[in-house]
């Protein structure tokens, strides 16, 4: 019997055969795993990039081709710009499949890869293209017409303020608080999931620029009168004044009716 | 004659060997005697004001609340007299020029412009803006918890039930002043209220049209409402709310307020303070202090964001839509009114799924909590006087029967959040509905059920304290190794406020026939009476009487460690420690039997 | 087992126990004279013991407490001055950064704050002041029975009685009748005057809306005619009709008026005549709620569904804008639309059914 097996009972030998067994596992899955996509700085095609990257991030979901699953939609004609709204505000890839696609501060893909999926997809079908940078930044903007302009077609699924709305069955329409311009034209122009398309024969891309103009000024947060408490409306001012207002009456009121020390 | 038992004590002992004052005294003293003088000389007023100086008022913090409506009733009239010299109450169409860049150029009516002026353009137009509407909204929070303390103590029973009826509408009018006065910057979020109002309207049998045509002088909107909304803000309620609120607080000068019972306090007196000089320094300090929150929030947290919400256009509209938060219920209601409610008859439409909801529920609702005090004094069948309030858990039925009414009212308000509630806890509003529909069915018997039997409980342990005394912690060893819990008896100054109550007997029903066998005209009434009044004291337990309580030291002198159970309505059962020689080692304090 | 045990802290009674200590019920203590027995019920044993408060016994404390209201009206006093100064001082534009609530007003912060200290000093002031140095012995003031004495009642009723047959009242029967026939009715003119002039009879108008065959559809508020092929699959557009450019009462126009747009695929429209009052799979549908009036403005562009926001009802495209959840009994109104010769979308009859919430003639 050689030395390592007459130890084969000892009590540290579980130990290290776990500590072997994990070792194994995790340098297999780093030498095998797909690897998140590296910034590529050779001119490869671009359009051969993305679909490399798409076949590794999207094609679970959105099929081989972009056809689309039972667990994701066609994305033929969505066009870049929904590529760039979708992924650049990191609703997509989604973690699992779910009513809604919500909003993520960590972006997976940095500007390059975005670009190059958004032009694989592009060349699937012509759909709605990245948009220009001269309206997609509310420069110039009129803030008085894109607030008419946003309240007539915008405030009843995202609220007044942006906050956002409630739909149908757990959907909602999200906050718009500092959203890119870029990525809130990008929406208006592919209806992304219930939101209905607003395409540049619907809203002119000179209006956009005015909505966006609108809502970058709410971002800037002011609140004349104080405490915003969400821009939800008198839900908020009624619990408000519920909890602080009579908390702080009765308690105003138990130390008046107190016997002094 | 009033006596006011009140001898040199406190500060005044310190300066119980000054000078007594001279009257007249000098300077400020001699004006203010002048000045009494004068007005005494022509109205003969010194003998009442004096009266009322030295008039007594219990002392409670629960007895504030109502001052809290009070004052916010008097910030609001004082504030609404500033907003109505600048507000303009119309609804002529303006392009705005005033300093709110992001609606400049935009078109809207007066009322709407003249609101943006007062939030940017004037001086503290925006903070006396925001105190009226953050006061209005205390206002009634305010009459609704002052409401509950009253109905949960009791103080709606003779001689008060008027004041009740006059607080029932008032609460009821005060919703209305509300909604006209929010309703007047004619901005979108507003507005739409206002045309839900108008389909509200529509939907009143035979008439429907004719009132939404009547009220808004034409086809919605019109040019009509807001000034008309103006009028009934700004005269027609306040003129009514005031006098109201007026025979309400002089019922309480006349009737006296009624007091929590305790040591001294009995039915026929009032303990407390005077308001000279206490009530004067503490109940119009409390103005101030009410005044001074009410400033403070206003200066930092807004309220009614016009700015934002744009001015009123029929075609835009915004998520989160819902009505200040005390119209909330009947918001909820219509969210949840099924739209099979709806019918076609005989060549009419009956809109059952809006009239419930936005006709009939609130005079429904304020009908019922008008006729409270005197369906229960039709079920007590107790025709005193009663100036001593009830503590809640004395009257089960009561305080089950108003938190059923609070859990069905709290349906309908969560109801009208059910979007807001959707968003923030990642709930779908189909879900929310659904549940809350059935919830306002379920919702109220079971809160009922629950505070009766907590009310029934806290009676018991009430029970407990008066005859073990309160638990203290100590374990005391005896010689024999026996251990038990020091209980302190409570003294009779506690104990007095656990045992002064009485409880109501269900009311016997007297034999419906006669010797001849003729049947009392009355006896189905009757019937129904004792019934119902079966309902409400069939559960009952009483206060401990001296008897009992002697019967319990008795017991204990000989078995410490023994307790007692009290069956419901009935006498009391000791249960003791099983012991051969009369000691068990093995029993808790809580003398739990053991075999 | 020792009887004398102080479980109960009773029987004897602790030099400084003052008067709390015995509170077993003694055969001999509260007894009914005469008769030896227990009360029924426990008696009323009247005020506790006074306690003093530290400024009742000890001058500096009384002193203190002075001085602590009085520099509560100071504060007041402060206040009101900060008020007065920033009033002039503060530019009404001029904002200030403050955390947890963004960019504020300054003017209505310094206002708000300084107005609130003007006032809360004077309020906790005076609580303070009665609190700490006015009497806080408890005073008592009897009641009396509500009720008037009989000597006053039946004077009363006298009163009245006397009043009435003085008045011959019950002697002339004539002058009763028809007193109450005058006063049953002199405030009708009154009630007739205000409630007959404060506005219009509906008769038909709220059977019909502006749109007429022909009228084209122009966006809200743009006011711009809209082709065919502008709309595309899955937008929404909200429309009026371009009518309302002429119309002198445009509000109460848009509110009956107001119109959605939507294009879906034809096929996915499954009523037929839905997709026949519709264009190549664009429909209008009035924006007007039938349950009480809101704009029902949300288009779910993947599920078509249409919710309004005040009561969440919710209208399916696909099935002619049935109801399929909430409050809303019927179905949307739909405008039937075609192409004119520009290509431009025109109204291709009125509305065939009063539009918004139903009222009792509707029908």
């Known amino acids: 019997m050689n030395a390592l097996a ?3 009972r000892h009590p540290a030998a579980i130990a290290l055969l776990i500590l072997v067994g994990l070792l194994v596992t995790g340098a297999a899955y780093a030498a095998l795993a797909p ?22 991030n999207c094609s679970t979901c959105h099929g081989l081709g972009g056809e689309g699953t039972k667990d994701g939609p066609s994305l033929a004609g969505v066009g870049a710009a929904a590529v760039d709204f979708q992924v650049g505000t990191g609703r997509m890839p989604m973690a699992k499949p779910d009513v809604q696609a919500p909003r993520k501060d960590e972006i997976q893909f940095d500007e390059e890869e975005i670009a190059a999926m958004a032009a694989y997809v592009a060349s699937l079908a012509p759909g709605p293209a990245i948009p220009e940078g001269e309206y997609t930044t509310g420069e110039g903007g009129n803030v008085a017409k894109g607030g008419e302009l946003f309240r007539v077609n915008c405030a009843m699924c995202h609220n007044f303020a942006g906050s956002g709305g409630a739909l149908t069955r757990g959907k909602y329409a999200p906050s718009l608080r500092d959203v890119e311009g870029k990525h809130i034209y990008e929406a208006m122009v592919t209806g992304p999931q219930s ?13 956009k620029n005015d909505i966006i103009a609108f809502l970058h000024s709410i971002d800037k947060q002011e609140n004349p009168g104080g405490m915003a408490l969400g821009n939800l409306g008198p839900v908020s001012e009624g619990l408000f004044i519920w909890v602080f207002g009579l908390g702080i009456m009765i308690g105003f009121a138990v130390w008046l009716g107190q016997k002094s020390a | 004659m009033s006596t006011t038992a009140h001898t040199a004590s406190g500060a005044d002992r310190l300066r119980a060997n000054d000078p007594e004052p001279q009257t007249p005294a000098g300077g400020g003293m001699k004006a203010v005697g002048g000045v009494a003088g004068w007005v005494d000389d022509r109205t003969g007023a010194a003998k009442g004001v004096g009266y009322l100086m030295k008039k007594v008022f219990p002392d409670h913090w629960s007895f504030m609340l109502g001052e809290v409506a009070m004052y916010s009733m008097i910030i609001c009239l004082l504030t609404g007299a500033f907003l109505t010299f600048w507000f303009v ?16 150029g935009v078109m809207m009516s007066e009322a709407y412009a003249s609101t943006l002026d007062i939030s940017f353009d004037i001086r503290g137009g925006l903070i006396i803006r925001q105190i009226h509407h953050w006061a209005a909204l205390l206002f009634i929070v305010a009459i609704n918890v002052h409401m509950m303390r009253v109905f949960f103590t009791g103080a709606f029973r003779k001689p008060r039930e008027l004041n009740w009826v006059i607080g029932a509408q008032l609460s009821m009018l005060a919703l209305v002043e509300g909604f006209a006065g929010y309703s007047l910057p004619d901005d979108l979020l507003s507005g739409t209220g206002l045309r839900a109002a108008e389909g509200f309207m529509r939907s009143i049998p035979v008439l429907g049209s004719y009132v939404s045509y009547f009220v808004f002088d034409g086809a919605f909107p019109g040019e009509a409402i807001i000034p008309r909304l103006y009028a009934v803000h700004v005269l027609l309620l306040p003129a009514i709310l005031v006098g109201l609120f007026t025979a309400h607080i002089v019922l309480v000068a006349v009737q006296k307020h009624t007091q929590y019972p305790g040591p001294g306090r009995t039915n026929d007196n009032v303990v407390g303070f005077p308001v000279m000089p206490v009530y004067a320094a503490k109940a119009g300090g409390f103005f101030f202090i009410v005044f001074g929150v009410i400033a403070l929030i206003s200066a930092l947290v807004t309220i009614n964001p016009i700015w934002a919400y744009g001015p009123y256009d029929p075609s835009p509209v915004t998520a989160g839509s819902q009505p200040d938060w005390y119209m909330g219920f009947a918001d909820g209601a219509l969210r949840l009114l099924p739209g099979w409610l709806e019918f076609e008859a005989f060549g009419f439409t009956f809109s059952f799924n809006v009239m419930i909801g936005a006709i009939l529920l609130i005079p429904v609702m304020y009908g019922l909590i008008t006729l409270y005090p005197f369906l229960e004094e039709w079920v007590t069948g107790d025709k005193r006087e009663h100036h001593l309030l009830d503590r809640p858990r004395n009257n089960p039925t009561r305080t089950g029967i108003g938190m059923a009414g609070i859990a069905a009212y709290a349906v309908l308000m969560f109801a009208a959040g059910n979007d807001l509630m959707a968003i923030k806890l990642g709930l779908s509003i189909n879900d929310i509905t659904h549940f809350l529909r059935a919830a306002f069915f379920i919702a109220p018997p079971i809160a009922f059920w629950i505070t009766k039997r907590i009310c029934l409980s806290l009676q018991r342990r009430d029970r407990d304290l008066v005859l073990h005394g309160r638990e203290t912690g100590r374990i005391i060893r005896t010689a024999e190794g026996r251990f038990y819990e020091k209980h302190e008896p409570l003294d009779p100054y506690t104990r007095w406020h656990l045992v002064q109550h009485e409880q109501h007997q269900p009311l016997q029903l007297e034999a419906g026939v006669d010797e001849n066998g003729v049947a009392s005209p009355t006896a189905r009434k009757d019937r129904l009476r004792a019934k119902v009044s079966h309902f409400y004291f069939k559960d009952r337990v009483e206060p401990v009487t001296p008897a009992e309580l ?12 023994a307790i ?5 309505g009935g006498a009391p059962l000791v249960e003791m420690a099983r012991s051969g020689a009369g000691d068990n080692p093995d029993a808790t304090e809580h003398g739990r039997q053991r075999g | 087992m020792n009887n004398n045990d102080t479980e109960h ?14 509170t077993a019920v003694r055969l001999d203590q509260g007894h009914i004279e005469g008769t030896g027995r227990l009360p029924e019920r426990f008696e009323d044993p009247g005020f506790a013991p006074h306690i003093a408060r530290a400024a009742d016994l000890d001058e500096a404390a009384a002193k203190r407490a002075e001085k602590q209201v009085a520099a509560m009206f100071g504060v007041s006093m402060l206040g009101t001055l900060v008020f007065i100064v920033a009033y002039f001082a503060i530019p009404m534009e001029s904002q200030v950064f403050i955390p947890g609530i963004g960019k504020a007003n300054l003017s209505n912060v310094v206002l708000g704050v300084s107005l609130a200290l003007g006032l809360l000093g004077i309020g906790v002031g005076a609580v303070h002041w009665a609190k700490t140095l006015m009497p806080d012995e408890e005073v008592v003031e009897e009641r009396h029975p509500l009720r008037s004495p009989d000597e006053a009642r039946g004077g009363f009723v006298k009163t009245m009685l006397t009043g009435g047959t003085d008045a011959q009242l019950d002697r002339r029967p004539l002058i009763k009748y028809s007193l109450g026939g005058a006063l049953g009715l002199f405030a009708i003119p009154l009630v007739v005057q205000v409630v007959g002039s404060l506005g219009p009879l509906p008769k038909d108008e709220l059977s019909k809306t502006m749109w007429k065959k022909g009228d084209r559809l122009v966006r809200d508020p743009e006011h711009t005619p809209i082709k065919a092929t502008d709309v595309s699959i899955g937008s929404v557009f909200h429309v009026l009709p371009e009518s309302i450019k002429e119309s002198e009462h445009v509000l109460e126009d848009k509110a009956k008026a107001a ?5 879906l695929e034809p096929d996915a429209i499954q009523v037929a005549k839905a997709r026949d009052w519709g264009y190549d799979g664009i429909v209008a549908y009035s924006k007007i709620c039938t349950h009480v009036g809101c704009p029902v403005g949300l288009y779910e562009q993947q599920t078509h569904h249409l919710l309004c926001p005040c009561h969440q009802s919710t209208f399916d495209v696909t099935q002619d804008c049935k109801v399929i959840f909430g409050p809303a009994k019927r179905p949307l109104p739909q405008l039937k639309i075609t192409v004119d010769t520009e290509g431009y979308l025109v109204a291709d009859a009125p509305f065939q059914e009063a539009v918004g919430p139903s009222f009792w003639e509707r029908g």
Not at chain 1, 195 to 207: A, G, K, Q, R, Y
Not at chain 3, 10 to 15: G, H, L, M, N, R
């Open chain 1, 195 to 207: 939101m209905p398309v607003f395409s540049d024969n619907n809203i002119t891309p000179e209006s």
């Open chain 1, 35 to 56: 690897k998140p996509a590296q910034a590529s700085t050779v001119s490869a095609d671009q359009v051969e990039q993305g679909k490399k990257l798409f076949l590794a």
């Open chain 2, 550 to 561: 002697e019967a319990a030291h008795h017991h204990e002198a000989h078995h410490p460690e």
């Open chain 3, 259 to 263: 119109v959605l747009l939507m294009r």
């Open chain 2, 89 to 104: 109450p119309s609804a002529g169409h303006v392009a705005y020029e005033g300093s709110y860049l992001p609606l400049r």
């Open chain 3, 9 to 22: 802290g009773a029987q004897a009674a602790d030099p400084g126990s003052e008067g709390y200590g015995s």
């Open chain 1, 6 to 8: 007459a130890r084969r």
């Open chain 2, 564 to 568: 007692e159970h009290q069956e419901p």
